[in-house]
């Protein structure tokens, strides 16, 4: 997982920043043409602004659509809204041609064509990612859409009355019809859009506000060109050719921000909250019947309000049923996603595989790589958010017969229906490369990877049962060998086995005593003394030897045998301090805390009777623990530290610069000592920038009033360069590697006492 973490959290990172020149040409070829217009006045046809700038601002938004549909490929509504936006500028050019040459075109003419195909595009847009969702969302949110739909239709023909009062006051011909039909249609399109965002899922996405801006000035320009038409003054070059220009270049500017962003059209970054919608639809529609019964207006917004009411009040009449379907819908769907869950899963695949059990079928199950690092350290609401977009993105691959369901944390299942090895191969390449687009949640980009484990129906097993355990171990294979996705071979059952049995060789480790604890000395860069070393453990594995914790940390963890661990490492770490206080040596041991055990809130206590048990003085002992954990859950952090550093234990802060912290924390923690991430250090040979940046992470310690402790010291030059530059500690192979208590004894022993020899230990 990579993270970044832009310098306003608020705002989305731009993912690619090509094109970007292309928003500027349409911001300044509008500004002209309304500046054209508002200088040339009323008259006849102006070539260089009605013609030319008229044109360029048509056509400068279909240049941005057409490059965002280009970027986003695998999106159909990105290239719907690009044609509809050709559509209109086609149908506006056909009109200012025939202006150009004194024609006046009848009502219809092929420019309506244009015109009016912007419509339908638009609509079948703004649908296609909502229809995805509509099938796993209930009765209760299909209406909640309905009634805000129609709710804002009411609304939109209350302000158009005065067309509707023109048109039926005008003689209905064709041409009124036609002119009556565009405010229609905005109507349409804005209630659809509200529709949209009240029932799916409430998400609308980042730049809706300028979506509804664009329809709204549409709609508004429709309107004037209607009463403009109705009464036969309309002609080229008035302010209403501006409105549609804002509203084009508005749309285009909507669509190139979400084609931006890592979602769908519409992501789960910006959501209304539920019953927003239909609530401000109900008082809207009241407000319209209030209005009508006051000042005449038309009977479509009378009928439109009246039918908002009503089906608002559907729920309170048929509450009892719906509630009803609702519930059993609810009981297999995913709350978070909106997903089918588990329990929909077993009761939809054996349904599915019975239907047609001669034809192949495959199982894949999708687990996210790394999602316990961004739920650790971005949190669970970022956590939440990215789930979310991650269903998202995978609905957006499949195909309607294909059966998506999360299974629970991050892992989802998907049925094939009818699909060969070879075709599900594919879809799990798909699906991995629609994750491999960083997302942005809430302003932090966040790239994370998926393995996929596929298993046949009904080559590999006949039940669901079996097939889950296949792709499962598959899953695995390719967790472990990074390849992605895998397709379940028999030999994968046996590295499953390996795995349990590696599983059980580790309790057994841990019960019968085979890990070791070695320590690495810290120098003090300005005496050259030796005043703490760092406690690191190793696994003597009866067959493989000397382990050490990157092979086995990660197994440590993930069979949540961390505690216990950690409680062997401080018994052996303290049992060792005792031993050298009795020798009057001054050793504060250091001992690797990781995140998942400080969630224990009795360890502060634990640890403090391990210490007097042994009769040893609180500062005897260090805690380094990782930003990690500081980022995750800060108040609990707090809580932990206060509690430990009141008693008198130190804090350092291990591995520091290699997580996704802002330095705000380091003011209000009790920390005593930053230990820069050994990456640092190793890479400050020959590389001027990494130097200066080691040497103004020290500053910064210093002014924050912290001990730096510079860790992997491998060379002469870094101990000189850190020592001169005011680092306080150094740890590394040119100092010492970690070695066994005795090994260390003897090292001490044999410098002369204060000084280092400057000559680095042999390794
Ligand atoms: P760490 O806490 O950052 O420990 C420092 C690691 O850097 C140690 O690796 C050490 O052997 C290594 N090292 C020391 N000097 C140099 C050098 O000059 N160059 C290079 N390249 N490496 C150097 P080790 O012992 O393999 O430990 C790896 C990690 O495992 C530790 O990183 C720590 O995160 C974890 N770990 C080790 N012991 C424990 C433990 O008891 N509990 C927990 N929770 N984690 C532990
Ligand atoms: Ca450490
Ligand atoms: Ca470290």
Redesign the pocket.
């Known amino acids: 997982m990579r993270v970044h973490t832009p310098p306003d959290r608020g705002v989305a990172v731009p993912l690619r920043r090509e094109s970007l020149w292309l928003n500027w040409i349409l911001g300044g070829v509008l500004a002209a043409f309304l500046v054209g217009l508002i200088f040339r006045g009323p008259g006849d046809f102006n070539p260089l602004v009605d013609g030319g700038l008229g044109l360029a601002a048509m056509w400068a938004p279909v240049a941005v659509c057409w490059a965002a549909a280009r970027r986003a490929t695998n999106r159909l509504d990105v290239t719907l809204v690009a044609a509809a936006v050709t559509c209109f500028a086609a149908g506006n050019t056909y009109f200012v041609l025939a202006a150009r040459d004194g024609q006046v075109l009848p009502v219809p003419s092929p420019a309506d064509i244009g015109f009016l195909s912007f419509y339908p595009l638009m609509l079948a847009a703004l649908a296609i990612p909502a229809i995805g969702q509509l099938r796993h969302v209930g009765w209760p949110v299909v209406l909640d859409g309905a009634v805000g739909s129609l709710g804002a239709g009411a609304v939109l023909a209350v302000l158009l009355n005065p067309v509707l009062v023109a048109a039926v006051s005008a003689e209905m011909s064709l041409a009124t019809t036609v002119a009556t039909a565009y405010p229609m249609f905005d109507l349409l399109l804005v209630a659809g859009f509200v529709g949209i965002g009240a029932a799916q899922g409430r998400n609308v996405g980042r730049r809706w506000t300028v979506l509804v801006l664009g329809l709204v000035t549409f709609a508004a320009t429709d309107v004037f060109y209607a009463l403009l038409q109705l009464s036969g003054t309309f002609v080229v070059g008035s302010p209403v050719d501006a409105g549609w220009a804002v509203g084009l270049a508005l749309v285009a500017f909507w669509v190139d921000g979400t084609s931006r962003s890592a979602g769908r059209i519409t992501p789960a970054v910006w959501a209304i909250p539920t019953q927003t919608v239909p609530t401000i639809a109900t008082v809207a529609a009241l407000g319209v019947l209030v209005v009508g019964s006051r000042i005449p207006v038309s009977n479509l917004a009378v009928v439109l309000a009246a039918l908002t009411l009503t089906l608002a009040a559907a729920p309170l009449v048929f509450r009892h049923r719906i509630r009803l379907a609702d519930m059993l819908l609810q009981a297999g769907t995913d709350e978070l996603t909106g997903l089918p869950n588990r329990r929909a899963l077993h009761s939809e695949v054996p349904r599915r595989l019975a239907l047609d059990s001669r034809r192949r079928s495959a199982l894949l199950l999708l687990d996210l790589d790394k999602f316990k690092e961004v739920n650790d350290t971005l949190g669970h609401d970022i956590g939440d958010l990215l789930l979310v977009q991650v269903a998202s993105r995978l609905a957006g691959r499949l195909r309607q017969a294909d059966l998506l369901a999360r299974l629970g944390g991050d892992e989802f299942a998907i049925l094939l229906s009818g699909s060969s090895p070879e075709q599900a191969v594919t879809v799990a390449e798909g699906l991995r490369s629609a994750l491999s687009e960083p997302f942005v949640l809430d302003g932090v980009t966040v790239q994370i990877g998926a393995s996929i484990g596929i298993s046949l129906y009904p080559d590999q097993g006949e039940t669901l049962g079996i097939l889950l355990r296949k792709a499962d171990m598959a899953m695995y294979t390719a967790k472990s060998t990074r390849s992605g996705h895998h397709a379940y071979r028999d030999s994968d059952n046996t590295d499953g086995d390996e795995r349990m049995r590696n599983l059980g060789r580790l309790r057994a480790g841990l019960t019968n005593d085979e890990f070791v604890v070695h320590y ?1 000395p810290k120098v003090d860069l300005d005496t050259g003394e030796v005043r703490g070393v ?4 190793r696994w003597n594995h009866p067959a493989r030897g000397l382990v ?3 092979d086995f ?1 990660s197994l440590v963890e993930q069979a949540g045998l ?1 505690q216990t ?2 409680t062997i ?1 401080l018994t052996k770490a303290l049992d060792q301090a005792s031993i050298w206080h009795a020798q009057k040596r001054t050793l504060t041991v250091a ?4 995140a998942s055990c400080l969630i224990d809130l009795e360890l502060p206590d634990r640890i403090l009777s391990l210490l007097t048990e042994r009769g040893l003085s609180p500062s005897s002992l260090m805690l ?1 623990i990782t930003e990690d954990f500081l980022m995750a859950d800060r108040d609990r952090a707090r809580a932990i530290l206060v509690r430990l550093r009141m008693m008198g234990i130190r804090i350092a802060v ?2 520091f610069g290699s997580g996704y912290s802002s330095l705000s924390y380091l003011r209000d923690l009790p920390i005593d000592e930053l230990k820069l991430d ?1 990456s640092f250090i ?1 890479s400050m040979a020959g590389d001027p920038r990494v130097t200066a940046l080691v040497a103004s992470t020290i500053q910064l310690a210093h002014s924050l009033d912290l001990r730096m402790v510079a ?4 060379s002469e030059a870094d101990y000189e360069y850190l020592a001169s530059h005011g680092c306080d500690v150094a ?4 100092v010492s ?2 070695v066994p208590a005795a090994e260390l004894e003897l090292w001490l022993a044999a410098r002369p006492s204060g000084i280092l020899d400057g000559v680095p230990e042999p390794i």
């Open positions: 690495q760092e406690a690191l453990v050490y914790p990157d940390i961390m661990m950690t490492v001992v690797n805390i990781s380094e291990d591995d050994k190793m860790e992997g010291v491998e740890q590394g192979l040119y590697r970690p």
